[in-house]
């Protein structure tokens, strides 16, 4: 089964074609990172299959049960930590329910705080624990680790993957990452032009990062974003001196 | 050290002699600490003010003028600074007492020293006198009574008429565009100027006044509810509906929680404004109530019971006040302090 599927989605802010008869299957539990440079229409086919943006032409389905991180935490600063988790739950699951999603990331003994004492990360955690708390089939992550800073974002990542084995939902990770899209996905998509540009299978990758096919991958990305000018641009060197 | 009470914590290199010129500082990467200040230099420096205070965590005089005398300096900042010792601790409540007592005060002194003819202005104690009498003769505390609950009815339909029209005008277009125009207008007009139509319209007895003061405390509801609304965060709108909260929920735990600083600025507002109100639709034909008191008392010259009803007043404006005051610290603790 496949937990997402697009069907020539297109979608356009005046003359300007932001997605362009685009297709895409997530198979059910796949993690997938879509990169793709800043006002490439990234994060509106991520609100399009969040439901936020509506389709005009194509067709998409998606699980009922999905829940977003956005790139700010959008607490509500005027709710306790454990209630922001909970919100929208049944009233009889909430307080077991939260505060088990809360140990989850790590913020148990933070259940009662108010959001705004919160330092970015561990307002982003909490963020994360309310969209897990609903068991979503589809997880929709968009550019949720942008504004931490770069030892927060490593616990961010490893806390993510370690959330996604347990929890199994299908993922569609909205980045400019390069890194972080290879760390974390099974696939990397690349979005050019309004259109999926690129596939790159990263399953087995990312557990040997000296496998030269790493930074092949690496490389190919970021020449895909308009990046070659830096020393990965010639992934044939780098594969001839590991090799 | 040429200063040693200003600059006890300061520790300059050592070219920086008294009296040296501060442009002839050389550049401080050259000074290392092995140069610092000698100790014979720097003991009787201490030894001239208490220990204590030692380490206040000002910038020196002369470090704050042109950058090129601060060039080289160094300050110390530490805990328990000599700002917190100096100053005597006082109750918040008694620092904000101590102008009102001391306008009584002069109220008082010149009450006695017959500044002025105590026919124009009783001295306070006089004042306060009346009130025991006005009170035991059960006088006002019958008609206070009367006019609380007018106010209060008053300012409770009228708040919750504001609070719903803001909230809607503030979150459905449709609605703006039909009634915004209208308030707005409604607004620019001195609404005790309809008190004698409503008198026309609805005779002498309790609606009007009621009417009256609903619509004086409506509108300010109205205009600060609005206002907070349009101020909500659409981020987090958006956020609510996509966890699934229906439109009511969304009102209770996204829209007014967000707009509540402005509410509460228009509660405050209102209630202060259903206390005016009250005292002009009092004026007509009451039967009771501080309006009637205050007509009485007029045509009597009775200046002493005139004065007791502004204190009532004041009281009531402040107790308000405070009530408001204590339901912002509750609905806002979110803030922090």
Do not use: C
């Amino acid at each position: 089964m496949d937990a997402v599927t697009v069907r020539g989605l297109r979608r356009a802010f005046g003359s300007h074609v932001v997605l362009d008869r685009l297709d895409l299957t997530i198979a059910d539990s796949e993690f997938v990172a879509l990169v793709g440079r800043s006002g490439g229409g990234k994060t509106t086919l991520l609100r399009t299959l969040a439901g936020l943006d509506p389709v005009s032409e194509g067709s998409v389905e998606v699980p009922a049960l999905r829940s977003v991180v956005f790139q700010e935490p959008r607490l509500l600063p005027w709710r306790r930590v454990w209630q922001n988790v909970s919100l929208g739950l049944p009233r009889s699951r909430r307080r077991t329910e939260a505060s088990q999603a809360l140990a989850e990331v790590g913020l148990a003994d933070h259940a009662q705080a108010w959001p705004l004492t919160l330092s970015g990360g561990e307002a982003q955690r909490v963020a994360l624990a309310r969209a897990l708390v609903r068991e979503p089939e589809l997880l929709l992550l968009d550019e949720p680790f942008g504004a931490l800073d770069a030892l927060t974002r490593i616990h961010m990542h490893a806390l993510v993957r370690q959330l996604h084995e347990r929890h199994r939902p299908a993922v569609l990770l909205v980045t400019h990452d390069v890194d972080e899209a290879l760390e974390l996905a099974d696939r990397v998509i690349v979005l050019r032009d309004g259109r999926l540009d690129e596939e790159i299978e990263t399953r087995e990758l990312f557990d040997d990062r000296r496998d030269p096919r790493f930074e092949q991958a690496r490389a190919r990305l970021l020449g895909l974003l308009g990046v070659t000018d830096t020393h990965v641009a010639d992934p044939t060197a780098v594969a001839d001196t590991r090799a | 050290m040429g200063d040693p009470g200003a600059v006890a914590t300061v520790t300059q290199p050592e070219d920086a002699a008294p009296g040296t010129p501060p442009a002839a500082v050389p550049a401080n990467d050259t000074v290392t600490t092995a140069d610092a200040v000698p100790a014979a230099d720097a003991v009787p420096a201490n030894d001239a003010v208490p220990a204590n205070d030692a380490v206040p965590a000002t910038v020196p005089r002369a470090a704050v003028g042109s950058p090129a005398a601060a060039r080289g300096r160094r300050v110390t900042f530490s805990a328990g600074g000599a700002d917190r010792r100096r100053r005597l601790w006082v109750p918040s409540l008694v620092r904000r007492a101590i102008v009102p007592i001391l306008l009584v005060g002069l109220w008082q002194l010149g009450s006695s020293s017959s500044w002025w003819s105590t026919e124009v202005l009783p001295a306070p104690w006089d004042v306060a006198h009346e009130f025991v009498t006005l009170w035991n003769n059960g006088q006002l505390p019958s008609n206070l009574w009367v006019s609380v609950r007018r106010a209060l009815t008053g300012a409770a339909i009228g708040i919750a008429v504001g609070l719903s029209l803001g909230v809607a005008v503030g979150l459905w277009r449709p609605v703006e565009e039909a009634l915004d125009a209208t308030l707005q207008m409604l607004r620019t007009i001195p609404f005790l100027v309809i008190l004698p139509l409503f008198i026309l319209w609805f005779g002498v007895d309790e609606t009007p006044k009621i009417l009256i003061i609903t619509i004086g405390t409506a509108l300010p509801m109205y205009i600060n509810t609005m206002s907070g609304v349009r101020t909500v965060d659409p981020r987090l709108l958006e956020m609510g509906r996509q966890f699934g909260l229906n439109r009511l929920r969304l009102i209770a735990t996204v829209v007014l929680p967000g707009a509540m600083p402005s509410i509460l600025t228009g509660v405050r507002y209102s209630l202060g404004l259903s206390w005016l109100a009250l005292v002009v639709a009092e004026q007509i034909n009451a039967q009771k109530g501080l309006g009637l008191l205050i007509y009485n008392a007029q045509s009597l010259f009775q200046t002493k019971i005139l004065m007791v009803v502004v204190v009532v007043y004041a009281a009531l404006g402040l107790i308000t006040d405070v009530v408001v005051r204590i339901a912002e610290r509750r609905l806002l603790a979110w803030r922090g302090r």
